[in-house]
């Protein structure tokens, strides 16, 4: 009974914010306007600036920014007690996530669908904007380079995920084809696209492809450089041939997917066995405060800001549908996370199979996977824990078990696929911005800005080994990194706020909060790097943590010196 309550105020929750909260943001506080002329109109290109349908754009960007962050923080974080995990995902998305996104959109609105680096820039200094340029790149940067290596885990994991995922890619092109000709009606298509992906689900249950390895490099380096290329050919695609049937389609299945699991829930009914508060548990940091950077996408992500101000913006048709795609989105995946944590926190516990091969139920399951920090710890162990906790609920259902874990495999890997080639995406544009200022011609290209992003991916993922696992080693700078863009980002919002003579501390509160969390765990992280003699990641979390307090320091005090109501807003995209 526990876990039904728990979903259902969660969801009650979340739409009480979305038509409360977020309605004051849109209409008091960044005053949406719909007769405001949108960069995706005023500079349609075709390819990147493509005016879209709100319920399209909903389904790419909620699937870019999420990927497998909401699955994997949450599944990690729950190991200091679901209490504070729960009010963590729950507030953060509220007050400070789904703001830091709409903001972020917002703003790239209203400066013609530049990123958030390009219009640090303009509003407040170049100076600053290099070094947000900088931190953007190496946020990315690890982006790309993880994603790939958990797209890879995961095919190794579940090979039965392989066939359906890569079959994905012309179901969605397809798709793309029949929307552009207008020929279709819309909800035909896209039940005729998700029903041929669900028969590819079964497909891929009946066929599993295990990657062998090749050349002596194993199947999941094989993965990555596959993975890699097919980044680079999708982001240098129209964002209509590729990028937003398939981010359509993959709303469509996380929405299908938490369906089930929230059915899961009510019929199964399952224990919440994982301790309300466990603060201390064996050999993990504090959780003051790497709980709120370990659970970063179903609260808050720095990540977020780039896919609103990357690629969203450039294809938002009219002003108002900024808050169903950014508030609306964000909210959306503070509940995702809240599965998550009831599937790792009570779905575990249904059945579970240990290393040694026993199957356990009850307290027994979830203390024996995460009796530890050590136990707990790797990217595949959290994504097993919601795999199989989902898993578990969806057979109360009458599903076979064994076909949900390749439902819900295909789920993860789908969605660390859209973020992947979004992230890709949005390198370049970061490439091609920063090259344009410092007058560098040939990375002003598509195809040489994608390529400098892929091959600086690639050189991290496999620098120390074949096995495409090189991005491990900024692992554990990555939740610092990105919180520090997030609150940098919130900095700028609120700098720009306070120009036009609006309510700024909806966003300046939060940008404060976040900040002081991550300096703090950045601080603690670098002392374990230095002790466990991890020095590259050391020297790179420093320049991290120089340019933080850099940053911090100047936006603030430019923020307390900028005159209320400085400037006026521009009347169109620009």
């Known amino acids: 009974m526990e876990t039904i309550l728990i979903a259902v105020v969660a969801f009650i929750g979340y739409m009480v914010a979305y038509y409360t909260y977020g309605k004051y943001l849109s209409q008091k506080v960044f005053g949406l306007d719909a007769e405001r002329l949108m960069p995706s109109k005023e500079l349609t290109d075709g390819v990147d600036y493509v005016p879209t349908k709100k319920q399209v754009i ?13 699955i994997v923080g949450p599944a990690i974080g729950i190991i200091w007690g679901w209490v504070p995990a729960l009010l963590w995902v729950f507030l953060g998305s ?52 993880i994603f790939g290596m958990v797209i890879a ?58 990657m062998p390895e090749i050349a002596g490099i ?28 398939r981010d359509f389609i993959n709303a469509w299945q996380l929405m299908i997917a938490m369906a089930l699991v929230v ?21 993990a940091p504090p959780w003051m405060p790497f709980l709120f950077i370990t659970i970063a996408c179903g609260a808050i992500s720095g990540f977020h800001c780039l896919v609103s101000s990357g690629t969203s913006s450039k294809q938002v048709e009219s002003e108002p549908d900024a808050r169903f795609v950014g508030y609306g989105s964000m909210l959306t995946e503070g509940f995702l996370a809240t599965t998550v944590l009831i599937c790792c926190g009570a779905g575990l516990a249904i059945a579970y199979t240990s290393a040694d091969g ?9 203390a024996t996977h995460y009796g530890s920090w050590m136990a707990a ?46 992230s890709t995406r949005i390198q370049r544009y970061v490439i091609s911005e920063l090259a344009t200022d410092l007058k560098i011609e040939v990375l002003t290209k598509r195809h040489a800005a994608t390529l400098v992003a892929v091959l600086t991916a690639a050189a991290l993922a496999f620098y120390n080994g074949a096995g495409g696992k090189g991005a491990l080693l900024l692992w554990p700078l990555f939740g610092s990194v990105n919180q520090l863009l997030a609150g940098l980002a919130l900095v700028v919002i609120s700098y720009w706020l306070r120009q036009q003579g ?73």
Request: proline share 6%.
């Open 377 to 422: 710890k790797g990217i595949g162990s959290k994504v097993g824990a919601f795999v199989v906790g989902a898993a578990n609920m969806i057979a109360s259902l009458g599903i076979p078990k064994e076909f949900a874990v390749v439902l819900m495999g295909v789920f993860v890997a789908s969605f660390a696929g859209t973020t992947l080639d979004t």
């Open 502 to 574: 609006r309510n700024f501390l909806v966003s300046l509160i939060p940008a404060l909060i976040i900040m002081v969390f991550t300096s703090w765990a950045l601080v603690h992280t670098l002392g374990s790097l230095f002790d466990s003699g991890n020095i590259p990641s050391f020297l790179i979390g420093c320049i991290a943590l120089v340019l933080q307090i850099w940053l911090s320091a100047e936006g603030l005090s430019m923020l307390a010196r900028e005159p209320i109501g400085n400037q006026v807003e521009p009347a169109t995209g620009g």
């Open 218 to 245: 194993p199947a999941t380096g094989v993965w990555t450089v596959l993975l890699l290329i097919y980044a680079y050919i999708a982001s240098t695609l129209s964002v209509t041939t590729l990028l937003q049937p």
């Open 263 to 283: 059915l899961g829930i009510f019929v199964a009914a399952p224990t919440m066995v994982a301790p309300a508060f466990n603060l201390a548990p064996e050999g």
């Open 358 to 366: 026993q199957v356990l139920t009850g307290p027994d399951a979830f």
């Open 58 to 70: 909903f389904g790419h960007h909620f699937t870019s920014i999420a990927g497998t962050g909401p």
């Open 153 to 210: 885990i995961i095919f190794d994991m579940y090979p039965q995920a392989v066939l359906p995922v890569w079959l994905q890619i012309p179901i969605a092109i397809v798709m793309g084809r029949a929307i552009q000709t207008g020929k279709m009606n819309l909800t035909l298509i896209t039940a005729l696209a998700v029903a041929a992906m669900y028969g590819t689900i079964m497909l891929g249950d009946a066929y599993p492809m295990p």
């Open 94 to 145: 509220v007050f400070m996530g789904a703001v830091h996104d709409l903001g972020a959109l917002v703003i790239s609105l209203r400066h013609k669908g530049h990123t958030m680096a390009e219009i640090t820039g303009k509003v407040m200094n170049r100076r600053l904007k290099l070094m947000f340029f900088i931190i953007v790149f190496l946020a990315v940067l690890i982006v790309i380079a």
